[in-house]
C-alpha cells in the first residue's frame, strides 16, 4: 500500500511539473511570435475572438477532465491532456490496451498500461505531423485525393464500432440505456453530432445512474 | 517565404514537438519500470506499445488532414504546434475561424498580416488553455474519489468506471447511428470485421490478432467506406462528403 502511495505520490509530483512546463511552452508559443514579428495583438481582438469560443470550450475542457481522468489514471491523465486529441485517439487507444492486457481501469495494472498506451500514441502522432509538415508537398495530394475523402470522414464511426461491439457486447446490461438514450437523442437532433463531446459526459451520467439502479437490484 | 511559414515558425513547431516527445519518453519509461515492478511481463509491455503504435497512426492521419486543412489559411508550422500540444482540429478549426472574424478577415483566406496572425494565435492557445490549470489542481482529488469509491466497495467502483467508457461509447455510436447511411455502414462494417476478429482469436485461438484487431476494424471499415460512397446515391450522402 506504502509503495503504491509512493508511485502516486511521484506521478503526481513529475505530472505537476511537466503539466507546468507545458503551460509555459504553450504560452511561450504566441509571446515569442509577437516579439519576433514585432507586433502585438489588440486585447480587445483576442478577447473578442475568446468571447466566441472561450465560453464553451473551457466548460467543454473542464467536464472533459473529471470525465476521463478516472478512465486514464493519473499518469494517463497528465500526458493525455497535454498532448491533446483524447477523444479521437488517447481514450480508445487507453481503453483498447487495458482490454487487450485484460487489465482493470483504476488498478495499478490499468494506470501503468494507459500511460504507455498513451504515450506510444503522443510519440506516433508527433512523428507524423513532423513527416507530414515536412514532406507536405509529396503528402498533401495523396491525402487530399477525393477517392480518399469518405475514409477519413468515417474515421470515428470507424473507430467507435469496433470499440463499442467489445464493450456493449461484454456489458451490454449497463450499456443499454445510455445507449437507447443516446441514439433517440441524436435522431431527434441530428445537428448535436458537432457537439458530441458534450453529450459524452451526459451519456455518462446515464450509464453511472443506470449501473448504479441495476447494482442495487442486484442485476450487475 | 511568407511570414506563416517562416523559418522561425518551423524552430518553434520543432521545439514543441520535442517537448511533447521528451514528456511522453519520460511518462513511458517511468510506467514500464512501474509494470516491471508489479510484475506485467515484457511481453504485455511490447505489445501494449506495439499494437497502441499501430492503433494510433489511422487516427493521426486523420489529424494531419486536420492539419492540411487549416494550412491554407495559417501556413503549416501554426496548426502543427496548436495540433502537438492539447489541440483537436474540433477546436483549432472554429477557434481560428472565430478569432479571423473578430479582426474582419476569414478563415477561407490566408491571413494576411502578422498582428492578425498573433491575434489567432492567442485565441488558438488562451481558447483551451484550462486542463493545464485544472489538472494540477484537482486531479488528485478526482483520482483520490475513484480510489475511495475502489475501496469502499471494489465491484461497483469497477462497475462505476466501465459505466463511464459507455457513457462515451455511447455518445459516439448514437452520434454515428443518426449521422447517414454512410455513417451507419461504416460503423457496422467496424463492428463485424471486430466479430471476426474475435472469432479468430477465441476460437481459432490466433492469439496476436487480439492485440490488431482494432487497428484492423478501422481500415477495413474505412476502406469500405470508400465503397459504400461510390455505390450510394449521391443524396443518401453527407453533404461535401468529396472534398
Known amino acids: 500500500m506504502k509503495e503504491k502511495k509512493e508511485y502516486s505520490v511521484q506521478v503526481d509530483a513529475y505530472g505537476r511539473a511537466w503539466m507546468l512546463a507545458a503551460l509555459a511552452v504553450m504560452l511561450l508559443v504566441p509571446i515569442s511570435m509577437c516579439i519576433y514579428f514585432g507586433v502585438w495583438p489588440n486585447v480587445l481582438d483576442v478577447l473578442a475572438g475568446l468571447l466566441g469560443v472561450a465560453p464553451i470550450y473551457w466548460v467543454v475542457c473542464s467536464i472533459e477532465v473529471f470525465t476521463y481522468a478516472p478512465m486514464l489514471g493519473s499518469g494517463g491523465t497528465y500526458l493525455a491532456f497535454v498532448t491533446g486529441n483524447i477523444t479521437n485517439l488517447k481514450a480508445p487507444a487507453a481503453i483498447n490496451a487495458m482490454e487487450a492486457a485484460k487489465v482493470k481501469p483504476g488498478s495499478q495494472e490499468g494506470e501503468v498500461i494507459s500511460t504507455i498506451a498513451i504515450a506510444t500514441t503522443s ?10 509538415v515536412f ?46 438514450v443516446m441514439i433517440a437523442l441524436f435522431i431527434a437532433v441530428p445537428s448535436l453530432a458537432s457537439s458530441v463531446s458534450v453529450l459524452v459526459p451526459v451519456g455518462a451520467l446515464i450509464a453511472i445512474g443506470a449501473a448504479r439502479l441495476l447494482y442495487k437490484k442486484g442485476l450487475v | 517565404m511568407d511570414f506563416k511559414n517562416s523559418a522561425f515558425m518551423y524552430i518553434l513547431g520543432i521545439a514543441v514537438g520535442a517537448f511533447v516527445i521528451a514528456q511522453s519518453v519520460y511518462f513511458l519509461v517511468k510506467a514500464i519500470r512501474r509494470s516491471r515492478e508489479l510484475g506485467i511481463t515484457g511481453t504485455v509491455i511490447r505489445r501494449t506499445i506495439t499494437s497502441s503504435a499501430v492503433f494510433a497512426v489511422l487516427p493521426s492521419v486523420s489529424i494531419l488532414l486536420g492539419l492540411i486543412t487549416l494550412s491554407s489559411t495559417l501556413g503549416l508550422p501554426l496548426p502543427w504546434i496548436r495540433l502537438s500540444v492539447l489541440g483537436a482540429v474540433t477546436y483549432e478549426l472554429p477557434a481560428a475561424t472565430v478569432a479571423l472574424n473578430a479582426i474582419g478577415e476569414s478563415i477561407s483566406m490566408p491571413v494576411s498580416n502578422p498582428a492578425a496572425f498573433n491575434t489567432v494565435a492567442w485565441v488558438m492557445t488562451l481558447g483551451c488553455i484550462t486542463p493545464l490549470i485544472i489538472i494540477p489542481l484537482f486531479l488528485k482529488k478526482i483520482l483520490g474519489g475513484v480510489h475511495k469509491l475502489r475501496k469502499r466497495d471494489t465491484h461497483w467502483g469497477d462497475l462505476f468506471l466501465t459505466a463511464l467508457f459507455l457513457g462515451m461509447i455511447s455518445a459516439f455510436l448514437g452520434m454515428g447511428i443518426s449521422d447517414g447511411l454512410l455513417s451507419i455502414l461504416t460503423l457496422l462494417t467496424s463492428a463485424a470485421i471486430m466479430g471476426v476478429c474475435g472469432v479468430f482469436v477465441k476460437v481459432l485461438k490466433v492469439r496476436w490478432l487480439e492485440n490488431f484487431a482494432l487497428p484492423i476494424s478501422m481500415l477495413g471499415a474505412m476502406g469500405l467506406a470508400i465503397l459504400y460512397a461510390e455505390l450510394l446515391p449521391a443524396e443518401l450522402l453527407p453533404a461535401g462528403l468529396w472534398g
Not at chain 1, 510519440?123 to 507530414?132: D, M, N
Not at chain 1, 475514409?151 to 445507449?179: E, R, S
Open chain 1, 123 to 132: 510519440i506516433v502522432t508527433t512523428i507524423i505531423l513532423a513527416a507530414g
Open chain 1, 135 to 180: 514532406l507536405f508537398a509529396q503528402m498533401a495530394p495523396i491525402l487530399n485525393a477525393p477517392i480518399l475523402q469518405p475514409a477519413f470522414k468515417m474515421i470515428l464511426p470507424a473507430l467507435f464500432g469496433g470499440l463499442g461491439v467489445v464493450y456493449v457486447a461484454k456489458n451490454w446490461k449497463l450499456a443499454i440505456a445510455p445507449l437507447v
